[in-house]
């Protein structure tokens, strides 16, 4: 049961970093409330885990008094790069991981595979 919790965090992370990328308004930590159905806070510290490790997070300007978060300059290609050991590690995981998980392993795995090829220019 942890692992499961372990890595339903590490998908919502990505998947919040995948939302990021998509919306050229950049998110609001409403709307990663709402996505999530997690509490303010937590949706603060999600966005952060993002800002920590991706420099390439802007703040985006808009008309309203909501800020939001976002990749304003950079594709993600650009921001994520995957090495082969990071690939074969997600590989191992997914082989460890009880069946209710394997559909988001799939689906993380083949995103990484589809960014390294991307990068490699495959």
Known sequence: MA?????SR???IL???????AEPRGVSLEEIQDE??????TAERMRDAIINVFYQVDEIETDGKVKRWGFKNFSMSEVV????KEIM???VVKHNMKNAV????DSI???MKALRKKKRGF
């Open 3 to 7: 692992d499961d919790i372990r890595y």
């Open 10 to 12: 590490i998908s919502s």
């Open 15 to 21: 998947k919040l970093l995948y939302m990021m990328m």
């Open 36 to 41: 999530f159905q997690v509490s303010r806070r």
């Open 81 to 84: 790069e995957f090495t082969d």
């Open 89 to 91: 590690t997600m590989e």
């Open 102 to 105: 394997l559909p988001e392993i």
């Open 109 to 111: 795995i083949d995103k």
